[in-house]
């Protein structure tokens, strides 16, 4: 647990050092109601701004004290009292003026809560009042349809430095802030639990602490994702001696508002008039969805999916209700990949489907200078259906049954549900990478490949997954480009064959595949899960991926599972002291796993010593397919071996080749007596189909190994049906 909270850390501190874009005053536009709002909400931020300017007039004449007795200060934010909330106010406004430098970050957090309680207070009355009026005839009889708008309450969470429920580490957060009804009382809120969390506050004394606030902001921001399956982005709090910022998360980056000054008139009203248009904005603005809906007693979803892929305004829905999650959203950036087991709503046929819900990069990209090669995932599979549909194949595939791009329902139409509908403006930023979210609906359904319990059966898996991705290249021109463990699916063989195949597999998620001619543009970018990607995809070397490069990936696929385990039983078996090496894949840069890679591969003797002798012992047939893919991908006649080092050149004519090419004459003891005047991995693209085939008749060998295993198994065991499988 430690390793994984210092890696989060790690990676937290860089992101508030270089993806947090300050002083974006634009989002104060994005949280501003409509127009037919404004006539409840201005008076609401007047009132709130009287309260407070003629309290703090009123309390600088009486001299209050500058720091609360302990026991005192335990009251403040439990409960909301006005005056008292007015003087928290007071409190927090002077905390750069020396008589409030004891007031500690710890005082701090019922002081903010207090001031948050008092917002509210002004949220709820003005709401009320105008709610009452506009409900209400001049006769007294009330309307048919007030037509009036809403508010949520956006109320603080009791107590401070706590860890709410649906953490998966031991980190604590400083507070939050969740949506209530208008109609709840004005009171911090129990029980915090990520599930509910609308935003986080990180409170820290000085203002020179920012980034560490908005680091811990970072870190913690990430577990929302992870607990709220309708979060589309999510809003955040920093307060850093007086000095406040608005925060959004977004799936690249950050973005923060100017700083909002407590000490200063002008900060409060920007502050305060924040706070209540967050109580007046639309749930999409939020960051939520509202075509999905939490079923509490059932544990699960209801997801509207569009049925067709359309601009119009006729759209037609079908909703989904989860049976299971997959896989969640953990991360803070990206994709935001939620994967789900669904059934159809109306449907009492037991029909199970995979729902899949991602922020993918599509390729026909709005913004001019990005690259038009990015893929689509929906488009690919609709491919694969068309090529596949009259074919008798020997392996699955996953079958669309619907594909769509989400949708949004604003201002009574539907809008494609991208990073324009999040940010609703365009402030120039060029840098901002354009996202679509897509909601892809398929069959089979397919459990995890860590669900195998024997080495034959996930080589049957391997397999099945290996035939589909070649039938997809050959067929279809679809490169994968993303072979890993969350990618290749079990699925149990309920047909004929099912004694000497009891397991079949499903190769899925081909956000990342993209047409072999597309990729001959050779931009160098990457694809793929870190300790698979294949040597070129780490180093991002020019020129295109191709099928050797995800073959390279099952060879990392089954040396990963082969060191750790393929199922949760085995991994009580690891030899950590023979794992540093295989370790190295999944730590440091991308440019420093490649060159240790390089290494491992460079002869059979370094693949041996340090790669297949970390295998559990069991592993034998592991072992042999991963000699035999290793040998097909490395020690090809052509093209012997992976040592090649340029260092940080990156050759583009004679010249530099040549002179990259003299740097590379071998310096001591090298396992070659000679090291290669030009890469063996850009060499062997030369004889890659040879290569393929011998790499297909390896594992194809393997899988028929593994089906006479099962079937002479299943004789042993008197299955009298065991001889015509």
């Not at 649906?166 to 009171?187: F, N, V």
């Not at 074919?391 to 139409?413: I, M």
Request: net charge negative; hydrophobic share 35%.
């Amino acid at each position: 647990m430690k390793e994984i909270m210092d890696e989060r850390r790690h990676e937290a501190e860089y992101i508030a050092k270089y993806a947090v874009r300050k002083d974006v005053d634009s989002l104060f536009s994005l949280v501003e109601p409509k127009k037919t709002a404004k006539t409840i909400v201005d008076p609401i931020v007047e009132a709130t701004l009287t309260t407070i300017n003629n309290g703090l007039s009123a309390l600088s004449e009486k001299n209050l004290d500058a720091v609360i007795g302990k026991d005192e200060l335990k009251k403040y934010g439990d409960s909301f009292d006005l005056d008292r909330a007015v003087e928290s106010t007071f409190r927090l406004s002077k905390l750069n003026e020396e008589l409030f430098r004891g007031v500690s970050e710890a005082d701090m957090y019922p002081l903010f809560r207090d001031f948050i309680m008092l917002v509210v207070h002004h949220v709820k009355a003005g709401a009320e009042r105008f709610i009452a009026e506009r409900s209400v005839k001049p006769t007294g009889k009330r309307k048919k349809s007030s037509g009036a708008i809403e508010p949520v309450l956006i109320l603080p969470y009791s107590g401070a430095d706590f860890k709410p429920e649906g953490s998966d580490d031991r980190t604590k957060i400083d507070g939050a802030l969740a949506l209530c009804k208008l109609l709840s009382p004005i009171e911090p809120q129990g029980s915090p639990n990520y599930k509910d969390i609308f935003a986080i506050g990180e409170l820290k004394r000085q203002e020179r602490d920012s980034l560490q606030a908005f680091t811990q902001l970072v870190e913690y921001t990430r577990n929302i994702y992870a607990n709220q399956d309708h979060r589309r982005f999510a809003w955040g709090l920093t307060m850093c001696g007086t000095k406040v910022r608005g925060c959004l998360f977004h799936h690249d980056g950050v973005r923060a508002t100017s700083e909002m000054d407590f000490a200063s008139p002008g900060g409060r009203e920007r502050l305060v008039t924040f706070l209540v248009h967050w109580s007046f904005c639309s749930f999409t603005r939020l960051g939520y969805d509202t075509n999905m809906t939490r079923l509490r007693e059932e544990n699960a979803w209801e997801i509207r999916c569009p049925d067709h892929d359309n601009d119009g305004k006729r759209n037609s829905f079908t909703s989904y209700v989860t049976t299971r999650t997959i896989v969640n959203a953990s991360s803070l950036f990206g994709r935001h990949t939620r994967c789900y087991i669904a059934r159809p709503k109306d449907d009492t046929s037991g029909m199970e489907v995979v729902l899949k819900d991602s922020w993918s990069l599509p390729r026909d990209l709005k913004k001019q200078s990005a690259i038009l090669t990015v893929p689509d995932e929906a488009r690919n599979l609709q491919l694969i259906k068309e090529k596949f549909a009259s074919e008798t194949l020997n392996f699955s595939y996953p079958q669309v049954v619907t594909s769509s791009r989400a949708k949004l329902s604003v201002g009574g139409k539907y809008i494609i549900d991208d990073t324009l509908a999040i940010y609703e403006y365009d402030d120039g930023d060029e840098e901002q990478m354009y996202r679509v979210r897509s909601l892809i609906v398929t069959t089979p359904v397919g459990g995890f490949i860590k669900r195998v319990e024997h080495q034959g059966e996930l080589v049957l898996v391997l397999s099945d997954a290996m035939e589909c991705h070649n039938a997809i290249l050959e067929k279809c021109g679809l490169l994968h480009r993303d072979i890993s463990v969350n990618n290749i699916l079990v699925i149990t063989n309920d047909g004929d064959d099912s004694l000497r195949r009891p397991v079949k597999g499903l190769l899925i998620d081909y956000d990342h595949a993209i047409s072999v001619d597309q990729d001959s543009t050779g931009n160098g970018t990457r694809s793929g899960t870190l300790p698979y990607m294949s040597i070129h995809n780490l180093e991002g070397a020019p020129g295109k991926r191709s099928a050797l490069d995800d073959w390279e990936s099952l060879l990392y696929l089954i040396c990963w599972l082969g060191t750790f385990g393929i199922n949760s039983k085995d991994r009580d078996n690891i030899n950590k002291k023979k794992t540093a090496e295989i370790e190295k894949w999944r730590h440091g840069t991308m440019k420093s796993i490649a060159k240790c890679k390089r290494r491992q591969m460079n002869s059979m003797d370094t693949f041996s010593g340090l790669i297949l002798a970390g295998f559990q012992e069991e592993y034998n047939v592991l072992k042999l397919l991963a000699t035999k893919i290793y040998m097909a991908l490395f020690q090809h006649d052509g093209c012997k071996g992976a040592y090649f080092d340029t260092e940080d050149i990156v050759a583009t004519d004679s010249f530099t080749l040549a002179f990259a090419d003299m740097l590379n004459e071998p310096q001591g003891d090298q396992s070659s007596s000679k090291q290669p005047k030009s890469d063996p991995l850009v060499v062997r693209k030369e004889y890659e189909k040879e290569i393929v085939d011998d790499l297909l008749k390896a594992i194809r060998a393997a899988a028929a190994a593994s089906e006479d295993f099962f079937l002479q198994k299943a004789i042993a065991q008197g299955n009298e049906t065991a001889p015509n499988q």
